[in-house]
């Protein structure tokens, strides 16, 4: 099983990323994904899942109305769109896959939002 982001960087107040997370070893259309985040001293948090057919999204208030979540099951990729980034977007990004009793992560990505 391997889950493998990209797309992290550093980018000025106001600007915008695109994350990808490629997966492979499981049947990833079974899988609801999701994006999580950890910055320095702090807990790793939800930011944005979708579920196995796309059809359902759930994102963290910190987050609604600029990030959006989605995922391609012919590609086995699921996309993080980051807009309007903040300082206080900052952090380690990672991707996870959930289903029944299995739960996989990423290595993550790290975004940094500065000027």
């Known amino acids: 099983v391997q889950l493998v982001e990209s797309g992290g960087g550093l980018v000025q107040p106001g600007g915008s990323l695109r994350l990808f997370c490629a997966a492979s070893g499981f049947t990833f259309s079974s899988y609801r994904m999701s994006w999580y985040r950890q910055a320095p001293g702090k807990e790793r948090e939800l930011v944005a899942a979708?579920?196995?057919?796309?059809?359902?999204?759930n994102y963290a208030d910190s987050v609604k109305g600029r990030f959006t979540i989605s995922r391609d099951n012919a590609k086995n990729t699921v996309y993080l769109q980051m807009n309007s980034l903040k300082p206080e977007d900052t952090a380690v990004y990672y991707c996870?896959?959930?289903?029944?009793?299995?739960?996989?992560w990423g290595q993550g990505t790290q975004v940094t939002v500065s000027s």
């Open positions: 996870n896959a959930q289903h029944l009793w299995a739960d996989y």
């Open positions: 979708v579920s196995s057919a796309g059809g359902s999204t």
